[in-house]
Nanobody, 114 residues
């Protein structure tokens, strides 16, 4: 069973930046990504990256967030710039294997003050 652990969350003022990291305890052969859950809202996809480096983003973060991946270290990053209060939430790391297994991290809190 692969375990994921996020780090890098915190409190930041609007317009600031944070970098999230997520390390996996084993090799990940499928996509890795980030989801977030705001208070009272459903968990939503933020960004994903394939093992080959193909990136996708939800519209609200395009141009502000950048996802990257180190497949040797089995680590995925999320660089978040120009943060807005609506980016506040718990950010979860997600990883998938080619045969369908899926893993989640426990989450890291990101709070953006106005």
């Amino acid at each position: 069973q692969v375990q994921l652990m996020e780090s890098g969350g915190g409190l930041v003022q609007a317009g600031g930046s944070l970098r999230l990291s997520c390390g996996a305890s084993g090799n990940i052969y499928g996509a890795m990504g980030w989801y977030r859950e705001a208070p009272g809202k459903q968990r939503e996809l933020v960004a994903t990256i394939s093992r080959g480096g193909y990136e996708t983003y939800t519209d609200s973060v395009k141009g502000r967030f950048t996802i990257s991946r180190d497949s040797v270290k089995n680590t995925v990053y999320l660089q978040m710039n120009n943060l807005k209060p609506e980016d506040t939430g718990v950010y979860f790391c997600n990883a998938r294997q080619l045969m369908g297994s899926e893993y989640w991290g426990p989450g890291t809190q990101v709070t953006v003050s106005s």
